[in-house]
């Protein structure tokens, strides 16, 4: 079982509508959890941190349920700019390294 | 603020030939700094890390090396590229809290 699985996608949405996308984590120690946000050919960036009470930055929310063992992202009112690859980040309890999800596609159309 | 660059932002080598990638970190002391790599259609991969000067630890056996010659300075080498090389190389570095911070990435083509 991989260490971290997402939905690949491609999910296309329309503009303004309210897509979310889930992860799967198989370490149920991990400490640390995160959305990053890649741009084609470009480096992935930290979308947010994702906390155990669930947080929210502007359009987006982030939830996590420790007991199923996933993340979820919530991206409201989408904008054309939110179109992107979206990786989901999860960081052992043990070790320096983070794994990463392959990603979620997301195409947001006018 | 911190930042951190990466160079060369292009390459295309032959195959055989060598390769040198190099990261620097500014504006923080002692990072975690870090290798990945990202093939066409697969996720980002370890290849190194390292917490310390001269300290380097490998995640996955190849024909690639690491150095980390000064605090803020990462290296990415091989004597003889592969094919299979070909891929997006980013430096990443992480202070407190975990939270990862990449470069502007190397694309590496090898023919």
């Known amino acids: 079982r991989k260490e971290v699985e997402q939905d690949p996608g491609p999910f296309n949405v329309p503009e303004g509508a309210t897509v979310a996308f889930n992860c799967t984590y198989s370490?149920?120690?991990?400490?640390?959890f995160f959305w990053y946000r890649q741009d084609c050919r470009k480096e992935p960036k930290l979308l947010m941190s994702?906390?155990?009470s669930g947080n929210e930055d502007g359009r987006f929310t982030a939830q996590l349920n420790r007991a199923s063992q996933y993340i979820s992202l919530l991206i409201r009112d989408s904008k054309l700019s939110d179109s992107a690859t979206y990786l989901c980040?999860?960081?052992?309890?043990?070790?320096?390294?983070?794994?990463f999800g392959k990603g979620t596609s997301l195409l947001v159309t006018p | 603020s911190q930042t951190i660059h990466q160079w060369p932002a292009t390459l295309v080598q032959p195959v055989g030939s060598p390769l040198s990638l190099e990261c620097t970190v500014e504006?923080?002391?002692?990072?975690?700094l870090y290798w990945y790599r990202q093939a066409a259609g697969r996720g980002l991969q370890l290849l190194f890390y390292?917490?310390?000067?001269?300290?380097i630890s490998s995640e996955v056996p190849q024909n690639l090396s690491a150095s980390r010659p000064q605090d803020r300075q990462f290296i990415l080498s091989s004597k003889k590229l592969l094919l299979s090389d070909s891929g997006f190389y980013l430096c990443?570095?992480?202070?407190?809290?975990?939270?990862?911070?990449f470069g502007e990435g190397s694309w590496l083509t090898v023919v």
């Open positions: 990443a570095w992480s202070g407190p809290g975990n939270t990862i911070y």
């Open positions: 370490n149920s120690a991990s400490q640390s």
């Open positions: 994702v906390y155990s």
């Open positions: 980040v999860v960081k052992p309890n043990s070790g320096y390294a983070l794994n």
């Open positions: 504006g923080t002391s002692n990072p975690n």
């Open positions: 390292s917490v310390g000067i001269g300290q």
